[in-house]
Each structure stands twice: as structure tokens, then as C-alpha cells.
């Protein structure tokens, strides 16, 4: 830490005295205009945007949160911004001293061309230093058939290439070779530990509240760790300073209702928006054996900002949301309990405060307390079976990141965190009258600790670089109690020989070092640009089940002395290309993925009541390699875009002792290897008010485990697994449809209005969620696919603004 902190100001040192020596003895007098470049409507950034000084032929671009600066001598200077979707606006400044202003740009609703997947500039694809780093924004996502009528955040990243799911309707999402814990998924900073709703079916963001998405996969920034495949961070648009305004949409599923405006005019402004399904009575409707079932949720999301001046801004955000989701006569508690039916009650609760204070032209700190807590419940009601399970994840973080741009050549950042953990495996609770056994496992207590610098320098026109160094450490601490397990063996419960308590507070174990970052950006020609980037990412929390798609109260898991922390290592290189107008885009990249302690299961292992997780677990290597290529139509009444991605991911668990190896040590496919997926969006929009959207996905079926063998044990029939993951389910593939009609933006109304009518799985393919079995002595084995959406989903909804 001392040392990071002192190359930091060695650094800064260095610049200015460079800048002094450079410095001509009689120095030309000049003055900085600064501020931000805004959304009219939402507050959000602008990236990316052009500024032109006329009449002196100086060129500016605003930067990652819309901030610039243009240095000139003192004098009167009109400046002209311009950004693709925007109207362009010019502004008249006086330059005698540093001026701060805040430019804000309205939407050109007369513009037909639309960016499909990002909000990126035409070029920026090309122009930007980081590899594998994609946005969207809430009106392309808008732009994708929607589920039931509900738009969803995360569904519209498995249109990108490199991300995928293990199947319709599964929790979480995987990227590049890594499970779905191994993504650290951000809400206005704050991490998100169950990203779904409803099970899988759709994602915890209220889209009337979101600005825009990042997804970062291949170029993770030096700012961001504690998870090692991507970042996928998702900013909740600004609140409306000058007027009060109500939105909202009724749908099938779910209804939404939003309202912002402010509280003192361009000082204290509000946002509040909720969401809720409550769906029990299309249940009724449902045959017999479904009509017991519950699947409700709700989610509620605030923010407060409050501008004393231009110098400081002050957020605060809240989120919460429950889930309630009970299956009739089945039961997946996996609690080996003959329960009727398992009732799931999850929920998440978020908040954090954000302080940014621009202390100058060329400095700016943000500092933030992050507040983040999951719990799950699992029931089930019946008299002698009756049991509550409980788990949950405390996340406590304070962190602070600071911006000094020197001058046009270079930006540095650099920045600390510390996270306070608190993990409740699992707790189960006996019912009044129940037979079952009360089970309480011991908390997991750590502080996660990182620091990093970063430099963002343009070398020249052609070349820039982004390098970064992070440094993390995990301090395990008490009250623990650690086992030792007997020497030359794996451990398990039968080889316990001892056991050491630590008292409240006791630093008894560390694990971390060094992960270093790099992008490369080199531009070879006029909309031409080769990239190559390294990152290591270090992963301290896992989310540890042996079901493909981990249910709500899967057990989350500290590393400690026994469970080492996840480390990947990933190499990317592409190519990008645009045509002279920016309408068409192309990029090509590939990588290649190295995992050092990969997580996965021992055969036979029950992981939700274990006293000592090490005793159910393994840990190996992994390595995930592939292509992911992009085709992209920008402008022209039919926009759209075409990905695909060729991508392996194999796991090697080998040991000195048999009953730690899988597939008896050999290579296998972990449960989200789908080598090939294609996704083609189209959108068609002739005119301003309506539009139609068609989406096509495909891709290979997932593996799993078929038995080898069948047995008969006093006329039982037992089925024999022998290698792992070595079979697959169908191959996946699905179309969907969607029309929107809106008002006619160019005629100025109060009120805004619009229909969104869809078709989920237009032809109504039966795709495989999963294949399982049933034992008979007729017929020795039958195979039976599980089908989540079996037939076309037709949906309607109305969306309001006034």
C-alpha cells in the first residue's frame, strides 16, 4: 500500500516537473473552460462528444463521464458540440478565468439512424483504448422483443458475443469461460449477489431507471476486482432538476410506476420507481398440478441528488426487492426432506452514497459508502417435515477513487477499497411440530482490501495505452473455529484431528497479490485499429452448488485456508474496422483464459449443511479460449447487428487421492461450454412513431452427465455416472418478435404514450432446459426433456410519460 501510494505521487512529482522544465520563460497566459456534457432528459454523460472552437480549428472530446476541458487564451470563443442522436448546440463563453459550465444536449427525435447495441460515437469502436468493453443504453435495449412484455437488462446482454446461459430461463449469466458468480454485477456501485427475478425468468433492474449498461469482459479496468470473468456495471439515470414528471407501464407479468422532479429547483432533485408482479391468479388458469403455485416479486429504487454547487454532488441511492416463488407438489429443497412443496423467499437490499468533489480543472475525487445485503429463505410447511433455511451475504465497503488529468496525453486514477464480508452459509429452523433437525453452520468473517493506479497516455495519434497495477489482499478473521485434518489426505470429516478457535476479531489467515492490467489501442488507418489487452482478476467469494444453475440459496463461501481464491489470467487480441461513414462496423476478437483454483464439486458432494466446505469441494485448473465477432448496421430505416462466438472452457480436478478427482482427472467441459452461439437482431423503422424488431438466437446445448450403467440392488434400479459432462442436450434455437408503436415525438405533447405488442418463441420450439430420467423395470431407463417455454408467448404493454 505504501508503495503504490508512492509511486502515485512519485508520478504526479515527475509530470509537473517535466511540465516546469518545459515551460518557456515567458509563458503564454491561458485559461480553462471545463464542465460536463449531459443528457438533457436522463442527467446521463455524454461520451464522446465532439467540440469545436470556431474560427480557431481546435478539436475536443469529452471523456468516460462527459467531462472536458479546453485550454485558450483569454478572449470570447463560441464553442459548437455535436454528438450522433444529438442536436447539435453551440455556447458562447468569456474566457478571463477558469470557467465551469454544464452543457446539456437534447435528443434529435427527427434522426432515424439508431445505434442498435451502444451509445457509443460512430468511431468509437475504434477509437477506444480497452478490448472486450461493451455498453447499451435503455433505448437499444428497448429496441429487443421483450419476454412477456417486459424489457430486461440482462437478456439483452446474451445478444452480445462471449456471453451466454446454461438455458431459458437460468439465473445469472456466464462470460468467457466462467461461471455466473464470477461476475461482479454493480447497481449504482453497489453489488448485486441474485441478479434475477421470478427464478431466472427476468432481471432485478427496473428499466425506467436505468441510463446505461457496461459490460465489462475482456478489458476490466484497474478500479474494478473481486470477481474474476467480467464487471457488468449498471448506472441509474440522474433525476429530473427542473420539472416533476410520472412514468410508468401495464403489462401481463409485471406493472411499473415511477415518479422524479425537484425537490429545490437545480439543488435537490428525486427519484422513486417500482415494479411488482403479482401473477397467483393466472395460476388458476394453469392444469392441475400447478395451480398451488406462487411466483411474485417486487422491487423498489430511489436516488437523491443534491448540487450545493458546481464544485460537489452528493447521491443517494436505495434499492430493494423480494421474491416469493413456491412450487406445488414438487419439492426442490435438496434437503433430503419428503416435503410436499418448497416455498423460496429471497431478497435484496442496496444502498450507497456517493460524494464527488471536482477539486480543480485537472483533479476530481469521488468517494463512496456501499451498503449490500442478500438473504434467502427456503420452507416448506408441512407439520412433521416442517423446516425454514436461511442464508445470507453482508457486503460493508467504503471506497475512494481519484481522476488527475495532467494534460490532453494522459489521465491517472488511482484509488482505495476496503469491503467488510459477513456470510451466513446455511441455518435450518425446525417447525413447531416438525421431526427435523436443527442446523446452525459458523459465520465466515473477512476484510478484502485493494488499492490501484492506473494511466490512460496517447503516445502519439495512432497509439495509446491504458496500463493499470491493483494490488488485493483477503484477512480472514474471527470468531472461526479452523479444523487439521490428518497428514497425506484430503480433507473430510472422518480425518478431523484437531480443531483451533479464534476469537472475535483475529486476523488468523491472508491470501492476495499483484493484478496487473493492459490495453493497447493502434489505429492503422482511417477507421482501422488493432487492440490487444492482459488482465488478472482475483476472486475471494464463490458461490459454491452442484446444479447447473444455482438456485437462490445456493451457499455462498469465503476463501480461507482451504479454499484458495479463483485467479484468472486473460489474453485478448482484435481487430476493428468501420466504413468511411460509420455505417457499417465490424470487429473480430479472440482470447484465451487461464484459471488457476477453479471451483466445482466432488461426486456425491451435499453442500447446503456442510459443517466444512473443504470437505465437499475441489479445486483445479480451467482454461477457456475463442472468437467472438460483431457485424453492425448503424444507419438506414433496417439497423441491426450479428454476433458470433466460438468459445470452449475446460476444467481439469486431478489429485493424489481418488475421491478428489473428476472424471477420473481428466479434461472435461464445465456446464456452461457452448462451443457455438449466433445471435442477428434487426430493427426496422420507418418512421418515428413505429418500428419492428426481430431477434434470432441459436446455440449449441450445454453438457451433461448420462448414466453409464444401471443396477439393480435388492430390485432397486440404481443408475451408474461414471465420467462427467461428456454428453449434451439439444442444440438451442428460438425467434422473437416485437412492434412498438409510439407518439409522434416531433409533435410536442405533455403526455407521451406507447404499445409494445410481442411474440416470445414465434414457432414454438420445444427447447431443452434439461434431460433426467425415470427408473422402471419395463423399460430399464426412459430420458425426458424439460421444457421451460414450450410454446410462442404473445404479449401487451402500455407504457406512460407525463
Not at 446539456?104 to 432515424?112: I, P, R, V
Not at 449469466?173 to 454493480?186: E, H, T, W, Y
Not at 449477489?193 to 421470478?198: E, I, P, T, Y
Not at 442478500?374 to 465497503?397: C, E
Request: net charge positive.
Amino acid at each position: 500500500m505504501r508503495f503504490i501510494c508512492l509511486l502515485v505521487v512519485s508520478f504526479f512529482l515527475l509530470n509537473e516537473g517535466i511540465a516546469q522544465k518545459s515551460t518557456p520563460i515567458e509563458p503564454k497566459r491561458t485559461f480553462s473552460a471545463t464542465g460536463y456534457v449531459r443528457d438533457a432528459k436522463t442527467g446521463k454523460p455524454i461520451q464522446g462528444a465532439n467540440i469545436v472552437v470556431l474560427d480557431v480549428s481546435k478539436g475536443y472530446v469529452t471523456a468516460k463521464d462527459g467531462f472536458y476541458i479546453v485550454q485558450l487564451p483569454p478572449g470570447n470563443y463560441i464553442l459548437r458540440f455535436s454528438h450522433i442522436g444529438y442536436r447539435p448546440r453551440q455556447d458562447t463563453i468569456s474566457l478571463e478565468k477558469t470557467l465551469f459550465r454544464e452543457i446539456t444536449m437534447e435528443d434529435d427525435a427527427k434522426d432515424l439512424e439508431e445505434v442498435v447495441v451502444t451509445s457509443e460515437t460512430p468511431d468509437r469502436n475504434v477509437r477506444k483504448i480497452e478490448i472486450g468493453v461493451s455498453q447499451l443504453t435503455i433505448r437499444s435495449i428497448r429496441r429487443i422483443p421483450p419476454l412477456m412484455g417486459e424489457v430486461d437488462i440482462v437478456r439483452s446482454l446474451l445478444l452480445l458475443p462471449g456471453v451466454t446461459t446454461v438455458g431459458e430461463g437460468a439465473p445469472g449469466f456466464n462470460v468467457r469461460g466462467g461461471s455466473a458468480d464470477q461476475n461482479l454485477i454493480l447497481f449504482d456501485d453497489a453489488p448485486v449477489f441474485n441478479s434475477s427475478h421470478l427464478m431466472g425468468f427476468f432481471s432485478v433492474f427496473n428499466p425506467d431507471v436505468v441510463r446505461d449498461v457496461t459490460l465489462n469482459r475482456g478489458g476490466v479496468a484497474a478500479a474494478f476486482g473481486g470477481r474474476a470473468s467480467s464487471v457488468l456495471d449498471v448506472k441509474i439515470k440522474e433525476p429530473d432538476a427542473d420539472k416533476w414528471g410520472i412514468n410508468g407501464g401495464i403489462g401481463i407479468i409485471s406493472s411499473r410506476l415511477g415518479v422524479e422532479g425537484p425537490i429545490i429547483k437545480k439543488k435537490l432533485s428525486f427519484l422513486a420507481a417500482a415494479r411488482g408482479s403479482f401473477n397467483d391468479f393466472l395460476f388458476k388458469l394453469a392444469p392441475p398440478n400447478l395451480r398451488g403455485t406462487t411466483a411474485n416479486f417486487y422491487d423498489l429504487t430511489t436516488k437523491l441528488k443534491y448540487q450545493p454547487n458546481e464544485r460537489n454532488t452528493i447521491t443517494l441511492t436505495g434499492y430493494v426487492s423480494t421474491d416469493v416463488f413456491k412450487l406445488a407438489s414438487d419439492s426442490l429443497s435438496g434437503q433430503e426432506i419428503n416435503a410436499s412443496s418448497t416455498k423460496f423467499n429471497y431478497q435484496t437490499t442496496n444502498g450507497s452514497l456517493h460524494w464527488n468533489y471536482f477539486m480543480s480543472k485537472q483533479v476530481n475525487l469521488a468517494t463512496a459508502v456501499i451498503l449490500s445485503h442478500y438473504k434467502a429463505d427456503l420452507s416448506s410447511s408441512d407439520s412433521s417435515n416442517a423446516f425454514d433455511l436461511k442464508s445470507g451475504v453482508w457486503h460493508r465497503q467504503i471506497k475512494s477513487d481519484l481522476t488527475y488529468t495532467p494534460n490532453e496525453t494522459h489521465q491517472w486514477q488511482a484509488g482505495i477499497s476496503a469491503i467488510d464480508y459477513l456470510v451466513q452459509p446455511n441455518t435450518r429452523i425446525p417447525g413447531p411440530n416438525s421431526n427435523v433437525l436443527p442446523v446452525d453452520l459458523d459465520r465466515e468473517r473477512a476484510y478484502e482490501l485493494a488499492a490501484y493506479v492506473q494511466d490512460e497516455w496517447k503516445l502519439n495519434a495512432d497509439v495509446a495505452v491504458i496500463a493499470g497495477l491493483r494490488y488485493s489482499t483477503l484477512l480472514n478473521r474471527g470468531p472461526a473455529t479452523v479444523r487439521t485434518y490428518q497428514e497425506n489426505g484430503f480433507p473430510q470429516d472422518e480425518t478431523v484431528t484437531s480443531t483451533q478457535t479464534y476469537g472475535a476479531g483475529k486476523i488468523y489467515h491472508t491470501a492476495g497479490g499483484l493484478e496487473p492490467r493492459l490495453a493497447i489501442r493502434w489505429s492503422v488507418g482511417e477507421g482501422r485499429a488493432i487492440k490487444a489487452g492482459y488482465s488478472r482478476l482475483r476472486q475471494y467469494i464463490q458461490q459454491v452448488t452442484n446444479t447447473t444453475a444455482a438456485l437462490p440459496t445456493s451457499r455462498w463461501h469465503l476463501s480461507d485456508i482451504y479454499t484458495k481464491p479463483t485467479i484468472a489470467d486473460q489474453w485478448s487480441l482484435g481487430y476493428f474496422r468501420n466504413t468511411a461513414d460509420n455505417a457499417i462496423e465490424a470487429s473480430g476478437e479472440v482470447y484465451y483464459k487461464t484459471i488457476t483454483n477453479a471451483i466445482d464439486y466432488r461426486d456425491g458432494a451435499e453442500l447446503q449443511l456442510a459443517q466444512a466446505v473443504e470437505t465437499q469441494i475441489v479445486q483445479g485448473t480451467g482454461q477457456a479460449y475463442g472468437f467472438e465477432g460483431l457485424l453492425r448496421k448503424n444507419k438506414g430505416r433496417w439497423t441491426g447487428f450479428m454476433s458470433y462466438t466460438y468459445a470452449r472452457t475446460f476444467l481439469t480436478m486431478n489429485s493424489p487421492y481418488a475421491n478428489e478427482r473428476v472424471n477420473n482427472g481428466l479434461a472435461y467441459a464445465a456446464n456452461y461450454d457452448k462451443p457455438h452461439t449466433l445471435n442477428v437482431l434487426a430493427t426496422y423503422r420507418p418512421t418515428t412513431w413505429f418500428s419492428m424488431s426481430f431477434n434470432f438466437t441459436y446455440s449449441t446445448g450445454r453438457p451433461t452427465t448420462q448414466p453409464s450403467a444401471i443396477a439393480s440392488v435388492a430390485g432397486v434400479l440404481v443408475p451408474i455416472y461414471i465420467d462427467r459432462n461428456q454428453q449434451r442436450v439439444p442444440d438451442y434455437h428460438r425467434l422473437d418478435f416485437s412492434m412498438t408503436f409510439e407518439q409522434n415525438p416531433l409533435k410536442k405533447k405533455r403526455n407521451q404514450s406507447s404499445w409494445v405488442f410481442s411474440v416470445y418463441n414465434v414457432y414454438a420450439h420445444k427447447n431443452a432446459y434439461s434431460i433426467f430420467y425415470k427408473l422402471s423395470s419395463a423399460s430399464s431407463s426412459d430420458a425426458y426433456k424439460l421444457s421451460i417455454f414450450g410454446t410462442a408467448f404473445p404479449s401487451l404493454t402500455y407504457n406512460f410519460k407525463f
